[in-house]
Nanobody
Framework: VQLQASGGGLVQAGGSLRLSCAASGRTSSNNAVGWFRQAPGKEREFVASINWRGDSTSYADSVKGRFTISRDNAKNTMYLQMNKMTHEDTAVYYC?????????????????WGQGTQVTVSS
């Protein structure tokens, strides 16, 4: 499975961005997917996860109420809508496919990873 993330860029504080992640290869809609991010000098952290059917989600406290994860299984694509962005959201964002069907916050529970897309929020 190959994951291609896109949609990153530069945005002003308070603005919005929408990330996309397209899966190709031996894809399966039976797995949960998620987004992680890594800021300079910090460890990779969980952002959001959605289960295989798309009816259960999980968010980090820092993005709850501002970010929305979704998926379109027919297009093998996942999304992360980011609103009311702050400088603290600046990071490289990674999409990933989990080992199981349920949402998970643990990076060790993800099998496939995208290459990352840079998001920079100017204050």
């Amino acid at each position: 499975v190959q994951l291609q993330a896109s949609g990153g860029g530069l945005v002003q504080a308070g603005g919005s961005l929408r990330l996309s992640c397209a899966a190709s290869g031996r894809t399966s809609s039976n797995n949960a997917v998620g987004w992680f991010r890594q800021a300079p000098g910090k460890e990779r952290e969980f952002v959001a996860s959605i289960n295989w059917r798309g009816d259960s989600t999980s968010y980090a406290d820092s993005v709850k109420g501002r970010f929305t994860i979704s998926r379109d299984n027919a297009k093998n694509t996942m999304y992360l809508q980011m609103n009311k962005m702050t400088h603290e959201d600046t990071a490289v964002y990674y999409c990933a496919v989990a080992l199981g069907a349920a949402t998970t916050t643990q990076s060790s529970r993800y099998r496939y990873w995208g290459q990352g897309t840079q998001v920079t929020v100017s204050s």
